[in-house]
């Protein structure tokens, strides 16, 4: 049975990589307190469980503080995806590096697929296209970028997700606004694990690979989609991005879309169906 070790593995999705990957792996869980991705020779602890696939999950994703701190930004994304890319070329394990839809900059209108030529326009998108060229630093390699995620675990660094952001407004009865010109991929993080098992298991060819749910919606509709499943009767509006006074341009239509993963019969379900399922585990709706 092949070794996976999953760097980040108490997070949002690392949690989920976790619970899936178990089913066909034997999978070794490493938190920030096993491994430094910024400290190479922390990074030399992979040595002694010579795993045969090393997932790095770990990033610095809070879009404002990027800015703020450019230093730690790229220490994490893009030195931190040079250590483990290293350290696995030379045990000669897989890299798979968890990439964003904010390497592009949103100017397209479409969704953007594999073959797009990236373009960031904030400090975190820079700073994980670094990781990316970094990853590929190791031929045996898999870029899987992802976006807007909601899991089970919730994003540690930012307090939650967006949709327990939502749905706590909602049950304070606050009244909540949401941007309704900036359109995304909402990506459930169980699923995005299932991709990438799937990839795994299939042998795909190394490279770059989209691991988000089908679809997009702005955060607006988004909100709307959570409250209505749920039956929440909110207090919602839409607003305009440019209200929000972010010090971090964001790019304004980032949804993405594989065009590699059907060719190897690798399906993926609608952001809306994935979002039902969550809200079910969660205990937010009923299921039927």
Not at 121 to 134: R, V, W
């Amino acid at each position: 049975m092949k070794k996976l070790a999953v760097i980040g593995s108490t997070g949002q999705l690392g949690t989920d990589l976790v619970s899936v990957l178990q089913a066909g792996y034997e999978v070794l869980g490493l938190t920030h307190k096993d491994i430094e991705v910024t400290d190479y020779n922390s990074c030399s602890a992979l040595k002694d469980h010579l795993p045969d696939v090393v997932i790095n999950t770990a990033a610095f994703h809070k879009t404002e503080l990027c800015e703020d701190d450019p230093v730690r930004t790229f220490s994490v994304n893009a030195i931190g995806s040079r250590n483990i890319a290293l350290i696995s070329k030379e045990i000669g394990a897989t890299t798979i590096f968890i990439s964003t839809d904010y390497v592009f900059d949103g100017s397209k209108a479409e969704p953007y697929t594999e073959v797009d030529i990236p373009y960031p326009i904030n400090t975190y998108g820079i700073s994980k296209l670094a990781g990316e060229f970094y990853a590929r630093q190791n031929k045996r390699h898999y870029i899987v970028r992802v976006a807007s995620l909601f899991g089970v675990a919730g994003a540690s660094g930012k307090g939650g997700n967006f949709v327990e952001t939502m749905m706590t407004k909602a049950r304070k009865r606050e009244d909540i606004t949401v941007v309704d010109d900036m359109w995304m991929s909402p990506t459930y993080t169980k699923d995005a694990a299932d991709i990438i098992m799937e990839m795994l298991d299939i042998g795909l060819p190394f490279g770059t690979y989209h691991g988000s749910n089908a679809g997009y919606c702005t955060w607006y509709q988004f909100a709307k989609e959570i409250f209505r499943l749920t039956g929440v009767d909110a207090s919602l509006a839409p607003s305009k991005t440019d209200q929000l006074g972010s010090k971090a341009k964001r790019p304004m239509f980032s949804a993405l879309r594989s065009i590699e993963l059907p060719k190897y019969g690798i399906q993926v379900r609608g952001w809306q169906e994935a979002l039902r399922d969550y809200l079910i585990i969660k205990g937010h709706m009923v299921g039927s």
